[in-house]
């Protein structure tokens, strides 16, 4: 009973929260209900026994990337509300549409055996004596060579980042000189 | 246990399923490039959603593993997608997909 207590708040939180993120006009507003989402999804994850996951999923989402959004919205102004009129009249419509084409495409697939009917292959779940140690040593034996294949796209992000970040070259933006005398 | 309602795995597909229409729905709609992008976050967390899902359901870890390696992605996307923006809004003041239609600077 309480399960089904929780699945329901959860559920709540996380469509509400996804509804949020996508009508309301403040960009702020919207990064504040990414964080209910993520949090919801979290709570799905704890009920699923995938702890680890879901403490990842708070430190790394709810924490680090919701940020990083707070961060850019405010760097860049643009913390105020916008307008949802769209120029393009039709668009709206048939978006609604194309999603509701998605969502009936998502369950037909989902109810299909040869879909979902895949078998274990990565070992059990219940190997170790909890979540974390399961996880670790399926990700420090048998996926080694994609969790170091990860280190290298972190460093080419953050480099990538940086790169696209900084003021490249005087030719390119025009000049600021404020920005440039704080260096 | 009679006449209560268990939540089996197919109820979290579900709303996998409609989050990740939500954030579809999103990308379409939205013309600010920020909020497209959070659009893009929810419908990786609901494969993410439908990853652990399915190892709950298959009893394998692999979907687990898989959610970390997602997670980098998407931490990594959003590194590099936010360095665009920022320079996007360098170029010109405005955060609309449409002032970017051209590759023309």
């Known amino acids: ?106 369950l037909f697939l989902g109810g299909r055996h040869w879909a979902t009917g895949a078998h274990s292959s990565a070992g059990s779940l219940h190997g170790g004596s909890n979540n974390v140690e399961t996880v670790a040593r399926s990700l420090f034996t048998q996926y080694l060579w994609p969790f170091e294949l990860t280190a290298a796209l972190l460093v080419i992000a953050v480099v990538g980042g940086v790169l696209l970040a900084r003021r490249s070259g005087q030719r390119a933006g025009g000049p600021a000189p404020n920005e440039e005398a704080n260096r | 246990m009679t006449g209560v309602i268990t939540i089996t795995g197919n109820y979290y597909l579900v709303v996998a399923a409609v989050l990740f229409t939500i954030g579809a729905v999103g990308v379409l709609v939205r013309r600010n490039v920020l909020v497209m992008f959070m659009c893009v976050e929810l419908m990786l967390n609901a494969v993410n959603l439908t990853f652990v899902t399915f190892s709950k359901m298959l009893n394998d870890v692999g979907g687990q593993v898989t959610v970390f390696f997602t997670l980098v992605v998407a931490a990594a996307e959003v590194a590099v997608g936010l360095g665009i923006i920022v320079a996007i809004f360098r170029r010109r003041q405005g955060a609309t997909a449409d002032d970017v239609n051209a590759l023309k600077g």
């Open chain 1, 1 to 106: 009973m309480v399960n089904v207590v929780v699945f329901i708040v959860a559920t709540v939180l996380v469509l509400g929260g996804a509804i949020g993120v996508v009508t309301s006009r403040n960009p702020v507003y919207s990064a504040l209900l990414l964080v209910a989402t993520l949090i919801g999804v979290a709570v799905f994850f704890v009920m699923q026994q995938a702890h680890l996951v879901a403490a990842v999923q708070v430190i790394v989402y709810a924490s680090a990337i919701v940020v990083l959004f707070l961060f850019v919205i405010m760097l860049l102004g643009v913390d105020r509300e916008e307008s949802l009129e769209d120029p393009i009249k039709f668009q709206r419509p048939v978006a609604l549409v194309l999603g509701g084409v998605v969502l009936a495409e998502i």
